[in-house]
């Protein structure tokens, strides 16, 4: 099993590390993708995509690649692999 880049949500360190393509902090995790409130409010831009970036390494981390966390525990059970709650 491949390891996952854990990214904690409600983190305020990790909104900083973890941004969308453009640099934005204001993504959210929806439907096994990303969306990002700023993209969105531009209209040459999709909000829609597919890759965090890590500013502290450059890497560019597919969803299936990140772990995504919240207080409570997992935010995708069924792409982290752990099944349903």
């Given at each position: 099993?491949?390891?996952?880049?854990?990214?904690?949500i409600?983190?305020?360190?990790?909104?900083?590390?973890y941004?969308?393509?453009?640099?934005?902090?204001?993504?959210?995790?929806?439907?096994?993708?990303?969306?990002?409130?700023?993209?969105?409010?531009?209209?040459?831009?999709?909000g829609?995509?597919e890759?965090?970036?890590?500013?502290?390494?450059?890497?560019?981390?597919?969803?299936?690649?990140?772990?995504?966390?919240?207080?409570?525990g997992?935010?995708?059970?069924?792409?982290?692999?752990?099944?349903?709650?």
């Open positions: 099993m491949v390891s996952k880049e854990v990214v904690r409600e983190d305020r360190q990790d909104r900083w590390r941004v969308c393509p453009r640099g934005h902090r204001s993504w959210e995790p929806t439907n096994h993708h990303f969306w990002c409130q700023k993209c969105a409010a531009h209209d040459d831009v999709d829609v995509f890759e965090l970036s890590d500013r502290k390494t450059g890497a560019l981390l597919a969803r299936d690649r990140v772990r995504l966390v919240t207080q409570v997992p935010y995708d059970r069924d792409l982290d692999g752990e099944g349903p709650a």
